[in-house]
């Protein structure tokens, strides 16, 4: 029987001076004093991993992201929050208001196992947009997509049975889909076939490049030895240029840390991964990075078990500029220094 999925996004806003903290609400950040933000007003004591923004040029936003906080830790499901961006690029402040809501849309994807690794996928050319996440409710981790027939309106509707990605997953387990126009029309993910977690991925034929085939097809594999390692690369998350994701490989600064590489067009692959500095990583576990742009200025959304949290795994808000070039990660020419160093 067919599922009519429903969410309204609504939009919360309301005035704010810098130095308050409205009932725990909205918090104020200086990027001139902190690199790395805790979310506190949307973290619990338990695990909160794995956020997408849905960010709309109406700027009614909403954040969904998983948590064992409605089964006290047992297992995983997705919540969102109502959530406002402010960023001052002359002061370098900015604050940061949230809210949860309830949602009929998550309610009814969540399980009493895990859900996790949510996204948006969709192709403007080719008009069509799923809505995926990661669940192990057939037994190992599987990639699931339901189709999205309107997001426009602030609304994001379904009105389709959830489908199993049969292109993608096997008896092992996948997760963590991505999807990148600018990357010869690719999907990425994760999947242990081979024993360690890798990253995959393959691009989609333009002939193939239809809403009803994209569960189905599989297109020409892309060649992604420049990312993998003996170790475990986990969490891809890919924005038009760039890829980050997570790795265990020894050079890191302990546990899962985060890296980033930028799409060689030339190639037809991702050039040689960085790794975030110690003011992004930390000795322990960063989990699901995700890239995001407030007033021109390029963020890292990520989860880490680093001390000084709520508890287990908190979600991290922190300004990546001066780290990697803006254009690195949002411009379409060849004139930086990361695409020649790629190409030696």
Known sequence: MHKTLLIILVFFFSCSVYGQHDNKRKILYNLNKERVINL???????????????????????????TSRASNGQNFDLISYKIKLHFDTRSRKGFIRAKEQDSDFLN???????????CIVFDHWYKWKYFSYTSNKSGSDNIYLINILDLDNNKLIAARDEVVSHSINTDSNEGYLSYNILAERSFTYQSDEKGDFDINGFSIPDSLNKLEKIPYIRGKELNLDSLNTTWNEKFPYTKQQVIVFC??????HGGYDIYYAKWNYDLK????????????????????????????????????????GLGGFDLYF?????????????GFTKRNKWYQDDKE
């Open 40 to 66: 506190s007003n949307i973290n619990s004591e338990y695990d909160d991993i794995n956020v997408y923004f849905l960010l709309y040029e109406t700027r009614k936003d909403i954040l969904i992201f998983s």
């Open 108 to 118: 009814m994807v969540n399980s009493d196992k895990d859900e996790f690794g949510p």
């Open 247 to 252: 790795s265990d490989r020894p050079g890191g």
């Open 269 to 308: 692959t991702y050039g040689t991964p960085r790794l975030f500095n110690n003011k992004i990583n930390s000795p322990k576990d960063e989990f699901r990075p995700f890239l995001i742009e407030i007033s021109g200025i390029t963020f890292l959304i990520f989860s880490s078990n680093r001390d000084n």
């Open 318 to 330: 922190a300004s990546i500029n001066d780290i990697v070039y803006p254009d690195y990660l949002y």
